[in-house]
């Protein structure tokens, strides 16, 4: 098994906090599988508040997928409590945000949805159901009479111990 996290990096205007909805966002991923070396074209959704029984009964799995090129049964799950906050002072590096515990798959490629929320600076309006589908986001705060806003949002896969 190796966990591989995600982490993101983005521009905040006037924001101080950026995290998904936990338990009920989607992550969006394409996976590859670490035995044949198959790269998915199709976007998988992984949610911590769903889970499948793997065949052995005993576990859930937050995805659960055959491949389709060698036949092996491949599972990826979210590590409870690794879903982190994306804060104003991270702005410039890569921070995690969930961290994914990999059997047999690795995911390559992530993209963002809607599900995000959004801490204001100075007021402290939350935004919830954020669209980050487009790498940004922008609004106005009538509390302290300024645009909000995310840019150039951008995601890496890291494994970790």
Not at 79 to 100: A, C, M, P, R, W
Not at 119 to 138: C, F, H, P, R
């Amino acid at each position: 098994m190796v966990n591989i996290s995600l982490e993101i990096s983005a521009t905040l205007d006037q924001v101080e906090e950026l995290y998904t909805n936990h338990p009920d966002y989607t992550f969006l991923l394409k996976v590859k599988c670490l035995n044949c070396g198959e790269c998915t074209d199709k976007w998988h959704d992984v949610i911590e508040s769903k889970g499948y029984p793997c065949k052995n009964g005993k576990t859930n799995v937050h995805f659960l997928a055959k491949c389709k090129l060698c036949g092996r049964e491949n599972t990826l799950s979210i590590l409870e409590g690794t879903n982190g906050i994306y804060h104003n002072q991270d702005q410039g590096k890569f921070k995690s945000i969930v961290t994914f515990a990999c059997r047999g798959i690795e995911p390559f490629e992530f993209t963002p949805t809607i599900g995000w929320i959004v801490k204001v600076a100075d007021s402290g309006t939350i935004y919830k159901d954020v669209n980050l589908t487009e790498n940004e986001w922008v609004d106005y705060d009538d509390t302290i009479s300024k645009c909000v806003g995310i840019y150039d949002f951008k995601s890496q896969f890291v494994k970790v111990k």
